[in-house]
Nanobody, 122 residues
Framework: QVQLVESGGGLVQAGGSLRLSCAASARTFSMYTMAWFRQAPGKEREFVAAINWVGNTYYADSTKGRFTISRGSAQNTVYLQMNSLKPEDTAVYYC????????????????WGQGTQVTVSS
């Protein structure tokens, strides 16, 4: 069983930055892709970014160029550096993991964290 715990959310003004972290408990994270999704009030959960076990990244068009996903040296942590934040980035951000390649398909991720709130004020 894999458990994911997110941290780093909060309130920030438009144009500011935040860094989210996700720590995964697992004996080995070989061959796992880790990703971030987000869900705004009244909207469906959507893909933000993903990174596979060799460091290949994949971004949603809405976050490309502003957000950066990375993995820690221990491989069982993932970060999301968010710059130039906009009010429309306000959402609960979820960390997710799957054993397999990068994908934006939400139904292919097997493990989920509880989420961390990010609020961007205008």
């Amino acid at each position: 069983q894999v458990q994911l715990v997110e941290s780093g959310g909060g309130l920030v003004q438009a144009g500011g930055s935040l860094r989210l972290s996700c720590a995964a408990s697992a004996r080995t994270f070989s061959m796992y892709t880790m990703a971030w999704f987000r869900q705004a009030p009244g909207k469906e959960r959507e893909f933000v970014a993903a990174i596979n076990w060799v460091g290949n990244t994949y971004y949603a068009d809405s976050t490309k160029g502003r957000f950066t996903i990375s993995r820690g040296s221990a491989q069982n942590t993932v970060y999301l550096q968010m710059n130039s934040l906009k009010p429309e980035d306000t959402a609960v951000y979820y960390c997710a993991a799957r054993r397999g390649p990068n994908t934006s398909r939400i139904d292919l991720y097997h493990y989920w964290g509880q989420g961390t709130q990010v609020t961007v004020s205008s």
